[in-house]
């Protein structure tokens, strides 16, 4: 069996960089439900299983890039009863006057709205957007604590994109974010594979 190369994964970084522009373009003009292929290709660049290797971070992690995401500043404790860790007017989203640099696993693991008892992070909103709501693919059953965010119960509106659910907005402002940081880590990965190469 022959073995993906460092050029094999970043010719997969650049198509997969492809894809989200395309599916960010398209939920830029009104197309919500675009949030969930966005949420697919996400769980493609980052989403680690034992049956499957995702191409980031290990591969800027081999040539000493450090992934660098727009988050947010503190922590959501238990007594915070409605929390939105995302931004729900413009879009393009601006960066957050409260925001800090996090390293991937803090970025991915961090608690983006919360509800009451029930709390999501930004990991958990891509895959379910990815594995269970049409992303790649979808799930007969939705877990009761997620229905209210996934059906659209609790609303976010905006001028330019009108209503949508909760989960279409986190997911697709995540899928923004990193595809400014895809944007900036492409020439440098290709530097780096291409010094190593001679």
């Not at 209503?163 to 400014?180: D, F, H, K, N, P």
């Amino acid at each position: 069996m022959a073995q993906i190369t460092d050029v094999g994964y970043l010719t997969r970084l650049r198509e997969q960089r492809d894809f989200l522009q395309s599916e960010i373009t398209e939920y830029s003009k009104g197309q919500a439900h675009f949030a969930y292929k966005i949420g697919s290709t996400l769980r493609t660049i980052f989403h680690k299983t034992p049956a499957s290797t995702p191409i980031l971070p290990e591969l800027a992690e081999k040539f000493g890039i450090k992934l660098v995401f727009k988050g947010n500043v503190g922590q959501v404790d238990e007594y915070v009863v409605l929390y939105i860790g995302f931004q729900t007017g413009n879009w393009p989203p601006n960066p957050a006057p409260l925001s800090t640099q996090k390293n991937f696993q803090d970025y991915w693991n961090e608690v983006i709205y919360a509800e009451g008892a029930v709390r999501y992070t930004r990991k958990q909103l891509v895959l379910f957007a990815a594995n269970r709501l049409g992303g790649s693919h979808v799930d007969p059953e939705i877990p009761a604590n997620l229905l209210r965010t996934v059906q659209g119960t609790v609303r976010l509106c905006s001028t330019q994109l009108g209503e949508e659910a909760i989960i279409t907005r986190a997911v697709a402002e995540t899928g923004y974010e990193v595809l400014l940081v895809l944007n900036d880590l492409i020439p440098q990965l290709e530097s780096q594979i291409s010094a190593s190469r001679n």
